[in-house]
């Protein structure tokens, strides 16, 4: 999947003016701003978040819902002189529009050969020169005109070379992108010369519509048995049901003798691509042309830092007691979640859930029985152990799962093996958990913030 990005960069507008209009905007909208970052991912219903890059001649939104709801924020940004849209269509194609007090003076969609649509006229050397003359910098209408016409196999690069052309680096991220790097930081920061300002929001909920207080350690273990007598089927159902598998069958075996090939040529060029680098994502497209900001960025790093026997995640406000592991300086293709810690070898993950997420988990399906389930309390929080064991083709699986409840989420930590723990290994983790604490402002009440 390519990247998706649609950002608003103001010209020559203060940062603050910007602010005040889109926070009023997520206001009138039902989201409060607040200082507390979200604590789940993916989640656009109740939480969003932006970003401010300022400088002495832009004012660079990124926003989370922007694919979404960017026509409504063009159109509250109208009020500033000048205001460019900035967007990314799956990597296969760019573009750009400017407008001059809310009316559409110029723009194009580029690397439309790897588009399947355009929402803007090809680019001419027109454009070029009408977006230069407007933002006052006539001595760049080469490299703006150089970038509108570079082709390239992902619309990430001629879009950043664009960006920088008019020294607006910052338009070429999405809010995932910043939203990763800033960890959860409320403070606003400098990097390579601009000012980066968060704002996290959570959707207002009136009186009455509170969330309903989870209580962990009262979700029932339910099981499904298969031997429990259902409603018979009539005969004539019976004969269209498998009439239907038949002919399913008949359907799927063309199509996997003609995919199965396609799959193994595709995962195999995916791995040589991955292998010579020369492919892959923006930050690792864009090394001949470092301007900084894109390297500081870049080296994110993980959201938890250790510090002596603790792993701390800040965003989170929450910290563990594990001692240090060699195996915590491996690379890792995948960084996510709230820890990973590793004991005896066998990597756990602890994420932030949500409390329907825990009870689907105790749901247990076909063929899985819970072998443990414990209750206990980790300092003032509620916890629990469930253990449950899957019966395979080839033997059991297990599943560990300890979680913490906490007020504002419940940490989840998982173990996936294929036989059981040594009881050295879970008894180590046992006592990982039950040093788990909270700390900071995150999980307490958090009023919203005013402007």
């Not at 499904?224 to 004539?236: C, I, K, Y």
């Not at 399906?365 to 414990?374: L, V, Y």
């Amino acid at each position: 999947m390519g990247t998706w990005s649609r950002n608003f960069l103001a010209h020559k507008v203060e940062a603050s003016a910007v602010r005040e209009c889109f926070v009023r905007w997520m206001e009138r909208r039902g989201f409060d701003l607040v200082a507390r970052p979200p604590l789940f991912d993916c989640d656009k219903q109740d939480e969003r978040c932006a970003f401010l890059f300022s400088s002495s001649q832009w004012t660079v939104l990124l926003y989370n819902s922007a694919f979404e709801e960017g026509d409504r924020v063009l159109s509250e940004l109208s009020e500033f002189p000048r205001v460019i849209e900035i967007w990314i269509g799956d990597s296969d194609d760019w573009g750009y529009a400017l407008f001059e007090s809310g009316n559409f003076s110029c723009g194009c969609t580029l690397n439309q050969e790897h588009a399947s649509s355009a929402s803007q006229p090809p680019a001419t050397a027109e454009d070029a020169a009408k977006l230069c003359d407007a933002l006052g910098i006539p001595e760049r209408f080469n490299a703006v005109l150089r970038a509108q016409r570079k082709r390239h196999l992902f619309a990430d690069v001629p879009c950043e070379k664009f960006c920088q052309a008019i020294e607006a680096e910052p338009a070429i991220f999405t809010a995932g992108d910043i939203e990763q790097w800033n960890a959860g930081r409320l403070e606003s920061c400098d990097v390579a010369g601009w000012h980066i300002t968060p704002l996290y929001f959570e959707k207002h909920r009136r009186l009455g519509e509170e969330q309903p207080e989870t209580m962990l350690q009262s979700i029932a273990v339910r099981s499904f048995n298969p031997d429990q007598p259902r409603r018979p089927l009539s005969p004539e159902m019976e004969q269209m049901i498998q009439a239907n598998v038949r002919m399913m069958k008949l359907v799927i075996l063309p199509i996997r003798l003609v995919m199965t090939p396609i799959v193994w040529m595709c995962i195999r060029g995916a791995l040589l691509i991955g292998w010579l680098g020369k492919f892959g994502t923006k930050f690792k497209a864009a090394p001949k042309t470092d301007n900084g900001l894109s390297s500081m960025i870049a080296r994110r790093g993980k959201p938890w830092q250790r510090d002596g026997d603790w792993l701390v995640n800040n965003r989170h406000g929450c910290r563990i007691r594990v001692a240090f592991s060699e195996a915590e300086n491996k690379p890792a293709p995948f960084i996510f979640g709230v820890f990973t810690f590793f004991v005896g070898g066998t990597e756990i993950l602890c994420a932030g859930v949500r409390p329907a997420r825990v009870r689907q988990i105790y749901d247990l399906r076909t063929g899985q029985e819970a072998i443990r389930d414990e209750s206990f309390t980790v300092g003032p929080s509620a916890a629990r152990k469930l253990v449950t064991r899957t019966k395979e083709k080839d033997g059991f699986s297990f599943y560990y799962h300890w979680f913490v409840e906490c007020p504002c989420a419940i940490y989840q930590f998982t173990v996936f093996t294929r036989t059981e723990l040594p009881a050295e290994d879970e008894g180590e983790i046992d006592t990982i958990v039950r040093s788990f604490e909270t700390f900071g402002d995150v999980h307490r009440s958090s009023p919203p913030i005013t402007n």
